[in-house]
Structure formats: structure tokens, C-alpha cells
């Protein structure tokens, strides 16, 4: 069964969905958590171009920790322990990250929100799930946003 499930958060409402989730597959499996957030270096240089700040990397850096300290707190609460990631990238979009994330620990299953977008929405915004559920080895549970139910 499950027994490392890898959970990427950004802070965001459908990433918590997504953490709940794993916490719950964790306490009834046993299972061993690992957070994983991204600093996707490539929108610091796009911010840069708007908003010169050398600090920029740095309070990014700042905020994942942040993202993470917080996740792991509800993991405890939970009466569970988490190991987190911060991982940057300057190449890398944040869905292949967690993809060599997935095969690097290596874990059994990647636990996700998902906003659902579809259409041209998610033309334009890109899918970092639709990207890991296609490209991943292993099997992957996409908690959906209560906007797209």
C-alpha cells in the first residue's frame, strides 16, 4: 500500500485541500509525508523586470519556508511528522520538479490540489497536476478546489 506520500503545497486554499487529504491517507495508512514547495526562479525574473530587488529570491525563499513551517504544524496536529523541501529552479517549471521529486524519495503515491480548471483557462494558466498526473510513475490523487465541483 501507500507508505511515502509526497504532498506539493503553494499556500494556496486547493493545496490545504490537498494536505487535509494526505494527512487523513497518512493517519489511516501509516504513511511517511513529504511537503515539497517550488520557487520557480523563472517568475522572479519576470517580477525583477517590473520590481527591481535583488532580495527577491530571498523573500521568496522566505515564503515557502513560511508555506511549509505552517503545513507541517497542521501535520502534527494531526498527531503525525512531516519531512518538507524547498526546492528553487531556474529551468524547471514546478510539475517537473515534483515528478523528479516522486522519483528521487522515491514515494507511492502524490497527493495534490487541483483548481479543475479546463478550456481556455487552463490554456493560458498552464496545469502543474494535469502535468505530474501525465508525467509521473506513480499513482496520483488530485483533490479538486470547491470551485470546480
Request: with cysteine; glycine share 6%; charged share 20%.
Amino acid at each position: 500500500m501507500y507508505r511515502k506520500i509526497l504532498v506539493p503545497i503553494d499556500g494556496s486554499k486547493t493545496a490545504g485541500l490537498g494536505l487535509r487529504e494526505a494527512i487523513k491517507l497518512s493517519q489511516a495508512l501509516k504513511a511517511t509525508l513529504r511537503l515539497l514547495y517550488v520557487v520557480n526562479e523563472t517568475d522572479i525574473v519576470m517580477a525583477e523586470a517590473a520590481y527591481p530587488n535583488a532580495e527577491l529570491l530571498n523573500q521568496l525563499q522566505q515564503v515557502g519556508r513560511k508555506i511549509l513551517d505552517d503545513a507541517e504544524r497542521d501535520v502534527r496536529a494531526a498527531g503525525l511528522s512531516a519531512e518538507s523541501v524547498l526546492l528553487n529552479s531556474s529551468t524547471q517549471v514546478a510539475g517537473e520538479l515534483i515528478v523528479q521529486q516522486a522519483k528521487d524519495w522515491p514515494c507511492d503515491l502524490i497527493v495534490m490540489g487541483t483548481h479543475g480548471r479546463h478550456g481556455l483557462s487552463k490554456l493560458v494558466l498552464g496545469s502543474t497536476a494535469e502535468f505530474v498526473l501525465h508525467h509521473t510513475p506513480v499513482p496520483v490523487l488530485l483533490e479538486r478546489s470547491q470551485h470546480a465541483r
